[in-house]
């Protein structure tokens, strides 16, 4: 949810107006349950097994296990009442589009694919790791339409990679660094389960290094005031919650510090949210 805001409010470079704000908090909410329900759809059938072989451990120490992570899976919500909760969600998702700019339906519908493509590739490709960035960009890409209908597209790029590698850096990869023993059982085609933990923990620290620089870059290209202060504070939370976990990471390569940095990158929108909201007002 923070990141389409970050987005908007870094677009727009003061708040939107109210019915905007208003509609795309509706939107963007609406937008991600209904991709992470298809996820869930989706995977059904593999997270049964997961809960069926005793592979999902009782507690995990990450945000994504805070509540249940999978009710389909594990019989707390029947499959039926999973596709009408999907259903409504895409239906509201898509109206809140519609009348935010209806580039934003063409964003979603296509994150929408993504996704299925996404966990049809569980088992054959690490290469959905860059369908995961994709898809996880896609609501600050919208959020950016519906602040300003014609957008330039070197700015708008660059928004994009910055978070297409956060994503993969902080939140993709880590997380399947910490599931590595249950997607060989399971037998999922994952980076660190294809090319090592060597190698994932390498992947993750360049591309949260690049997601850090381009931070910086965006600060300098768009209309927000204080911008010295701006890109300083941009670097800094940057360097305090994605590279500083990572470099533990590295040196540990432990499933402890894989959730550690993957609960400080779920954190990083946010903080930024709250720094360009100090400055926007």
């Known amino acids: 949810m ?7 409010l870094l677009w727009h470079g003061s708040f939107p107006p109210p019915q905007v704000i208003a509609l795309g908090l509706i939107t963007a909410f609406a937008g991600y349950t209904a991709v992470y329900a298809l ?10 097994r997961r809960v069926a072989d005793g592979l999902l451990p009782d507690k995990q120490p990450d945000l994504d296990s805070i509540f249940i992570r999978h009710p389909l899976a594990y019989g707390l919500l029947p499959v039926k009442m999973g596709v009408y909760w999907t259903v409504v969600w895409t239906a509201t998702a898509l109206m ?9 339906v063409v964003i979603f519908l296509g994150s929408f694919l993504l996704e299925t493509i ?4 569980w088992k054959s490709s690490w290469l959905k790791v860059l369908i995961s960035g994709a898809v996880k960009s896609s609501g600050a890409l919208a959020a950016v339409f519906a602040v300003d209908p014609q957008p330039s597209l070197i700015p708008l790029s ?3 990679l ?11 990869i880590p997380n399947d660094w910490a599931d590595i023993e249950e997607d060989r059982i399971l037998q999922a085609t994952t980076i660190p389960v294809r090319f090592g933990p060597e190698l994932a923990n390498g992947a993750i620290f360049v591309s949260l ?9 965006i600060m300098s290209f768009l209309p927000v005031e204080t911008r010295f202060a701006g890109v300083t504070a941009f670097l800094g939370i940057g360097v305090y919650l994605l590279l500083i976990p990572a470099y533990r990471l590295y040196r540990a390569r432990g499933r402890r510090q894989a959730l550690a940095l993957f609960n400080s990158a779920s954190y990083y929108p946010l903080t930024l949210l709250a ?3 100090i400055a926007c007002l």
């Open 39 to 48: 996820n869930d759809l989706m995977d059904y059938h593999i997270d049964a």
């Open 158 to 160: 660059m928004l994009f």
């Open 209 to 217: 290094l690049l997601a850090v620089m381009l931070s910086g870059i």
């Open 275 to 277: 720094v360009i909201i």
């Open 162 to 172: 910055w978070l297409f590698f956060w994503e993969i850096g902080g939140q993709n």
């Open 118 to 121: 996404y966990c049809l590739m």
């Open 96 to 104: 809140g589009s519609y009348l935010l700019n209806p580039v934003c």
């Open 2 to 8: 923070a990141t389409p805001a970050l987005a908007a």
